[in-house]
């Protein structure tokens, strides 16, 4: 299994198993993986467990977000290129 690990030691709520970037049916999603917080993509709220559990990654630039605090996150600007989506 591949993967890509972010060791944030500054923000002790974010885990390296708190999401993760699948591709499913020649797209690419954000599945969350278990967390209280959730994560929020493109400013959807994602949780394990729920109907939500994933969200689809559009062409262009993405947001995902791990709640911090009521005003603070942790972003990821994720770009997907053009060419990488179904035809």
Known sequence: QSGLKFPLQK????????FEIINRDGGL???ALGTSIGTKVNG????KY????VCPLKPGENTVS??????KSLDF????PWTM???
């Open 11 to 18: 923000y002790p709520k974010f885990h390296h198993t708190h």
């Open 29 to 31: 999603l954000v599945r």
């Open 44 to 47: 959807k709220l994602i949780k």
């Open 50 to 53: 729920t109907q939500l559990a």
């Open 66 to 71: 791990i709640p911090l605090s009521d005003t």
């Open 77 to 80: 600007l994720i770009t997907i």
């Open 85 to 87: 989506m179904p035809s």
